[in-house]
């Protein structure tokens, strides 16, 4: 894995845990976000994508697997603590399972941008709305097989999922899990995610909240680009977060 010399200095490197507001008005612009951060140089753009939710938490995550929760998104800025989470499965120096982070920037309907700090290192974003699904947007039953984005080898999780949305699945780690997607908003491709990931490892992080969304596009390259319906999942507790890409099938 990569050192984000920029964003995360030297005294905050990663372990793998395996191996032991602005204004008052809430903006319309809950819905999946793609664009760009700069966390290792200046000049050097590399992929960052969020899942909002208009009046809830936002998701922030790169395709190494980090991810912040920054809450709810209020007015034209950004200006918030937000919390950083490493890739599952793994720990900041020192144990912590996350970190806080600082988020300023402006937002509107069409962009965001800004930058966020943590432990005094920076990395600048801007991401636009965008949209995943070219088909309806709803929860496809049957199994859903996929990896947690970043995590240690082997990261895959597997699981069941019912039309209603009720999950049952496990993972590489040795979780067990459980849990329930609902729709949000079928305009804007989001779902609710309520999870509980339960083992012996200390990775299995308890109950775990968050959001998804569908996608007709293997953006991560985890199944060869196939053509199929997907869905990215972020979920996090005071134990832990995930990213995650499903193949439905």
Not at 35 to 40: F, K, L, Y
Not at 84 to 95: E, I, K, N, W
Request: aromatic letters at 12%; charged letters at 15%.
């Amino acid at each position: 894995m990569k050192t984000m010399s920029r964003l995360l200095p030297s005294a905050v490197v990663l372990a793998a845990l395996a191996a032991c507001g602005g204004g008052s008005d809430v903006l319309n612009i809950g819905g999946v976000w793609k664009g760009t951060w700069q966390p290792v140089s200046p000049f050097t753009d590399e992929p960052f994508q969020g899942v909002v939710e208009d009046g809830g938490p936002a998701f922030f995550y790169d395709h190494d697997g980090f991810l912040f929760v920054v809450p709810p998104i209020v007015g034209g800025k950004l200006d918030s603590t937000s919390t950083l989470y490493p890739p599952y499965s793994f720990v900041f120096t020192g144990g912590d399972v996350s970190l806080p982070a600082g988020i300023k920037g402006d937002v509107s309907s069409g962009q965001m941008s800004g930058k966020v700090f943590v432990n005094g290192a920076f990395a600048d974003f801007q991401l636009k709305p965008t949209t995943p699904t070219t088909g309806q947007v709803d929860i496809v039953a049957g199994t859903w097989s996929g990896n947690y984005i970043g995590g240690a080898i082997p990261s895959n999780v597997a699981w069941t999922v019912s039309a209603a949305g009720d999950v049952i699945g496990h993972d590489a780690y040795g979780c067990a899990i459980t849990g329930k997607l609902t729709l949000l908003d079928a305009g804007k491709d989001l779902f609710s995610v309520a999870v509980h990931s339960t083992g012996a490892s200390q990775i299995c992080a308890g109950s775990m909240t968050g959001l998804a969304y569908k996608s007709s596009h293997d953006d991560l390259d985890l199944f060869g680009h196939a053509a199929g319906t997907y869905y990215y999942v972020t979920a996090h507790s005071d134990k832990g977060a995930f990213v995650a890409e499903f193949q439905a099938q």
